[in-house]
């Protein structure tokens, strides 16, 4: 231990009122115990107990001082379990639950950038559906999850949550690039790609048509992000999707995404969770902190 057995020695006579008591506690002689008591109270100047015919008890000064010792000894715990977490980043594996286009993107980039790091770490990098994000990370399959729209649940923790509002993607060279805002009227007259009906956000673009008086056919469906962003990217299709979901693409220049300029649109939530009441440890925390800071520096 960093600091003095003296710490301990004082803390224990205050606990046990008796120099005898906390020799046994502590299995040191009482001897040794009093004369370190006494050689403290000579170099404060006062005296830290009374005593007593049946004991010890602190005066003010000794309270002071025993507050002191308590926290020291609190902070010096808290060390050493940092010091054991740090030990864990020396090896291990932090598993985190995703969907398809977060998993083609966002999440990678961020791992790579936290095991260049932190190279004896693992990242494992799932792609479920959203129920299965959600069963993961409560029954501890995964530490965390990340995905859009999750189904609320007592068992898991917020870390990090967002309204990711869909924009229009289009290739960098589509003709509707350069417009500030988009309406979505605009977006009729080109090959639309949709996702398909067993996505939530299939639904969510679906309402934003017909609530703006829009009757429209998608050219494509799919339920793969990855072949919309594929699509959008090859030609002059418009995919609907988060800036998210092609914050990759959209940096590499092979895609861009375009505010519609109606609220049409419904809540496309995106959430970074953890199961709520167990013990994370400092790998998973902090490729928590990775990935928060990867969703901030997208919104920016």
């Given amino acids: ?41 000579e170099m404060i100047g006062e005296p830290l107990f009374e005593r007593l015919p049946r004991g010890l008890r602190l005066t003010p000064a000794g309270e002071i001082l025993v507050a002191h010792v308590r926290r020291t000894i609190k902070e ?25 286009g977060l998993a083609g993107g966002i999440v990678p980039k961020a791992a790579a950038n936290f095991c260049a790091r932190h190279p004896r770490l693992k990242i494992s990098i799932r792609v ?3 129920h299965d994000i959600v069963q993961a990370v409560v029954d501890g399959e995964a530490d965390l999850g990340l995905a859009f729209n999750l189904p609320p649940s007592p068992q898991l923790e917020t870390l990090w949550k967002m ?3 869909l924009g229009a993607v289009v290739s960098p060279e589509h003709p509707l ?16 790609i949709f996702a398909d009906k067993s996505m ?14 829009l009757t429209v056919e998608p050219a494509f469906l799919t339920n793969s992000i990855e072949a919309m962003k594929c699509l959008a990217a ?3 299709g418009i995919a609907f999707l988060s800036k998210f979901d092609i914050a990759e693409e959209q940096r590499n220049g092979v895609l861009t995404y375009l505010q519609i300029r109606e609220r049409t649109f419904g809540k496309n939530v995106l959430s970074l969770v953890q199961r709520e009441k167990r013990s994370h440890g400092l790998a998973t925390a902090m490729f928590a902190e990775e990935i928060m800071r990867a969703l901030r520096a997208t919104t920016e």
Avoid: W
């Avoid at 939530?200 to 048509?209: C, E, R, T």
């Fill in 76 to 100: 010096y715990s808290q060390v050493e379990a940092e010091i054991r977490d740090l030990k864990a980043l020396q090896s291990g594996e932090v598993i985190i639950a995703t969907m398809n």
């Fill in 128 to 130: 479920m559906f959203i």
């Fill in 200 to 213: 939530l956000i299939h639904g969510i673009v679906a309402d934003a048509f017909a609530n703006a008086g």
């Fill in 177 to 192: 690039v350069g417009l500030d805002s988009l309406p979505l009227a605009h977006c009729e007259p080109y090959p639309l």
């Fill in 1 to 41: 231990m960093l600091h003095s057995r003296v710490l301990r020695y004082i803390d224990e006579v205050a606990r046990s009122g008796s120099i005898r008591a906390a020799g046994e506690r502590l299995n040191v002689a009482a001897s040794a115990i009093n004369k370190h008591v006494l050689q403290l109270e």
């Fill in 163 to 165: 309204d990711t509002r």
């Fill in 234 to 236: 090859a030609g002059d």
